[in-house]
């Protein structure tokens, strides 16, 4: 199994203890109506691998979400690589998918669920709290020889109603104005390398945004999942107490790694939706 405790296997009616979930409680629970799963694979060098990897395999009844078509809205001047998505659009999305108020969603990935996070957290800012994450993802799933196959779902018909949660997100305004304040403190959630500044193979400018720790999103897994809450934990314990915390990343999507570790142990924080390059975009 993982490195979480066999208390998540229990009926989806009764909400897990937190939102990760293993492939075992997956495999369990894979014909339950009450369940939609969303497959988020993708990568940023090749934006079609993902979808092409869908449509080669996935797992039953899954269907797929692409980062830059469905989990952002298109590029403009500022606000970032990955803006969010038009949210009506999103939403209908989501009903086409069979999306109701109660039902559990689970997203899964194959790069350490940084795409999966963005899901996850989408779908919460969108005010629908039964929202989980496959720990381990795609490559879980398969270990254990679970059934995959590449039909695609038909559409559906939901009845989500978006609660949007606005203020759960910053703008550059709002990072200006709390760089020099002792109750706000900014997360750069970007690999070490990217955050010094000594190497930047995507935006234009290198470095962090001023008075930014440095929390990079990869080390919220290991080479089994996510780490356990208590470690989690012991990773915010500096910054816990701070009334305002927000996160960036590149372009908002890792950021949601650390949103999601932070949420496991009870913290609240924001996200700069345009983060580092939005940033950039007016230096």
Not at 38 to 60: K, N, V, W
Request: proline share 7%; net charge negative; aromatic share 10%.
């Amino acid at each position: 199994m993982d490195n979480l405790d066999r208390s998540q296997l229990q009926s989806p009616v009764n909400p897990p203890v937190n939102p990760i979930v293993s492939a075992d409680w997956l495999r369990l629970h894979l014909d339950d109506p009450k369940i939609v799963i969303l497959d988020c694979r993708f990568s940023l060098m090749e934006p079609d691998a993902g979808i092409h990897q869908y449509e080669t395999s996935h797992i039953p009844g899954a269907y797929y979400l692409h980062l830059n078509q469905d989990l952002a809205s298109p590029v403009q001047a500022h606000g970032g690589r990955h803006p969010l998505p038009d949210l009506e659009v999103f939403s209908a999305k989501l009903r086409q998918m069979g999306i109701n108020d109660d039902t559990w969603v689970v997203c899964y990935d194959s790069a350490r669920l940084s795409y999966a996070s963005r899901a996850w957290w989408l779908l919460r800012y969108l005010g629908h709290d039964r929202t989980l994450l496959l720990n381990g993802g795609w490559q879980a799933w398969t270990a254990m020889h679970y059934p995959t196959n590449k039909e695609q779902p038909k559409r559906r018909s939901g009845h989500f109603t978006p609660q949007i949660q606005a203020h759960w997100t910053v703008d550059i305004h709002q990072v200006k104005a709390g760089i020099d304040r002792p109750d706000t403190v900014l997360v750069d959630s970007r690999e070490t390398v990217r955050y010094r500044g000594d190497r930047e193979p995507i935006d234009p400018v290198a470095g962090h945004i001023p008075g930014a720790l440095s929390y990079p999103w990869q080390q919220v897994t290991d080479e089994r999942g996510f780490i356990t809450v208590e470690r989690q934990a012991d990773r915010w314990t500096a910054i816990k107490d701070t009334p305002e915390i927000i996160v960036y990343c590149g372009s908002g999507v890792t950021a949601c790694v650390n949103l999601l570790s932070l949420s496991l142990v009870g913290i609240e924080a924001k996200l700069y939706v345009g983060s580092w390059s939005d940033w950039c975009s007016y230096l």
